[in-house]
């Protein structure tokens, strides 16, 4: 009975890895539209891509970003600016790549483009604040995707969204992501992933960026506030600051791997989960009974200085 099992165990795998490595061909004929290269996972996919012959359409927020992009890139890729928070900027970006994809349609859509900022006790943060990150984390996605879904329907091709596995235990009050997309989209060809990194080491969550955007939150907040929480609530949410950036993973290809995977891949998975902390600590976390998880996040996390 063991040796069936072993070998149904060892299909099943064989089957998997098969799979996997199946890639599409006519990649130079594809076109991918990628937001927020300016930086980090964008930048490095953009890229990626770029090396492996598809047309890549890169969305940057500044000039100089795309400026640096396009002079470690080949001449097919080209760059547009893009505002995911302004509809007028979204729709002239969406006419820009109508423009370029003609009747080809668009293969891949790559809602990369977020920020993890402002990120602090809820009762520190105000209303804008939360507006600020579902501007562009939710809405700035939707809009994007509204906007460019013909497209990608034309092409029958390929959505990929970046969230975070931090939003599967639910461990900051600042929401970073969305979810996998409507799988209506299946009916007409179209595949939606989603790519959840754990916490990697890009300029949009540095450490410095991070702290700064705290004492400025801590800095506008009311002395009752301040009174409740103590100076040593500070110390502790830097420190804390600290050993998340000495733990964090460098190696961004491990994010932009799962992107260019989604989008060449015949069989693309469904949700990818990248980094270390991802796979051993947020995934199993989200499995676990919510008291359990409620309890290892409130032993790790700094306590008020007035906490029950």
């Known amino acids: 009975m063991w040796l ?3 070998v149904f165990v060892g299909l099943y795998y064989l089957l998997h890895w098969y799979r996997e490595r ?13 937001t927020g290269c300016d930086s980090g996972f964008g930048k490095l996919l953009a890229r990626q891509l770029d090396a492996r012959g598809l047309r890549v359409l890169a969305a940057c927020l500044t000039e100089k970003g795309a400026e640096q992009l396009r002079g470690q890139t080949s001449d ?9 928070t302004k509809t007028e900027s979204v729709a002239a970006a969406a006419q820009w790549v109508k423009e370029r994809v003609g009747e080809r349609g ?12 402002p990120a602090a006790p809820n009762e520190l943060l105000t209303k804008q604040d939360f507006v600020t990150v579902l501007d ?7 809009d994007v995707t509204l906007s460019l879904l013909p497209l990608v329907r034309k092409a029958r091709g390929r959505v990929v969204n970046v969230s975070s596995i931090c939003g599967r235990p639910s461990l900051t009050p600042s929401g970073m992501g969305l979810g996998r997309g409507p799988r209506e989209l299946s009916y007409f060809g179209v595949k939606v992933a989603m790519i959840e990194p754990g916490y ?3 300029a949009v969550t540095s450490k410095e960026r991070f702290l700064k955007s705290f004492l400025e939150i ?8 301040k009174q409740i929480y103590g100076e040593k609530f500070v110390a502790s949410f830097k420190k804390s600051a600290e050993q998340l950036e000495q733990t964090c993973t460098r190696d961004l290809s491990l994010v932009t791997n799962c992107m260019e995977h989604a989008l060449i891949a015949c069989h693309p998975r469904t949700r990818y989960s990248a980094g270390w902390d991802a796979k051993l600590l947020y995934l199993p ?9 409620d309890a290892i996040i409130y032993w790790g996390s700094p306590s008020p200085a007035k906490a029950l």
């Open 4 to 6: 069936y099992l072993a």
């Open 218 to 225: 801590w800095d506008r907040s009311s002395p009752e506030v």
């Open 76 to 84: 097919r890729l080209e760059t547009v600016a893009l505002d995911v």
């Open 285 to 293: 976390m989200s499995y676990m009974p919510t008291f359990l998880v």
């Open 136 to 142: 562009v984390n939710l809405l700035g996605v939707i």
């Open 200 to 202: 990697f080491k890009t």
């Open 106 to 117: 668009l293969w891949g859509l790559v809602n990369n483009a977020g920020i993890s900022l």
């Open 22 to 34: 199946q890639v599409l061909s006519h990649l130079r004929d594809k076109y991918v539209f990628i």
